[in-house]
């Protein structure tokens, strides 16, 4: 059940990341450094996605 909640939080985050990238590439002059970090972040909670997904919780 644990596994299940993990994984509900991290796709909600991926959600919000997603939409971060996209409200700040919309402004006028989007912060690019920004954009860059986010979705590196939303990379790394894809791959725990991944990975919870394909193997389980990792002990």
Do not use: F
Not at 24 to 40: M, Y
């Amino acid at each position: 059940m644990h596994t299940e909640a993990r994984l509900s939080s991290l796709q909600d985050k991926h959600m919000r990341l997603d939409r971060a990238i996209l409200d700040e590439e919309k402004r006028s002059w989007p912060d690019e450094s920004a954009v860059k970090r986010l979705k590196l972040e939303k990379l790394h909670v894809k791959e725990e996605i991944d990975r919870l997904t394909r193997h389980g919780p990792m002990n």
